[in-house]
């Protein structure tokens, strides 16, 4: 970011292509419908561009950025009155399938997409915090103190939270 803001495009160009599948996924799972999630992922890269003239170094970039998609999907969820949004969402893409090894037998990969596919509507039925926690950290690589901070809560909050979540996750799978 910073060879960004001091006026090196293609910077701009690494940045995208090392973050942009993150961020698209985690907008995805905060708002659960793909046509909000493109715009406002276009949102947050636009964000990125305006700001780079005053970037400092204050936190990790990854932080940074994911703080600009938190702030934006709040900004979004304000204005439309905190509506909720449809658990039943079919416009949301499908998932690429884990691929499997090719010595793999029909029925692991049957059970291993029936694995994925739970987890998916487990991950839809945590609370909108824990959720968000979760996919900031997996999709983000953010840890508990960045996802605090790109959240605007406190550390032991966000671990919390965290903690709820992934509890509550094994308890689906386990099921």
């Not at 293609?10 to 599948?21: C, E, I, K, Q, V």
Request: contains cysteine.
């Amino acid at each position: 970011m910073l060879a960004y803001r001091d006026g090196d495009a293609a910077a701009f160009d690494r940045l995208y292509d090392r973050h942009r599948g993150g961020v698209y996924r985690y907008l995805l799972r905060q708002c659960r419908n793909a046509a909000l999630a493109d715009e406002l992922f276009q949102d947050v890269w636009m964000n990125l561009i305006r700001a780079r003239g005053g970037y400092t170094v204050q936190a990790k970039f990854t932080t940074w950025l994911y703080r600009i998609a938190h702030n934006r999907l709040i900004d979004h969820f304000r204005r439309h009155d905190g509506a909720a949004v449809s658990l039943d969402d079919d416009t949301l893409p499908a998932l690429d399938e884990p691929e499997a090894p090719r010595s793999a037998q029909p029925e692991a990969q049957a059970e291993a997409r029936q694995q994925a596919a739970r987890l998916l509507v487990l991950l839809d039925e945590l609370p909108q915090e824990q959720r968000e926690a979760f996919v900031l950290q997996q999709e983000g690589g953010l840890s508990v103190e960045d996802i605090a901070e790109a959240t605007g809560v406190n550390r032991e909050t966000a671990k919390s939270r965290l903690r709820y979540a992934i509890a509550r996750l094994r308890r689906g799978m386990d099921s």
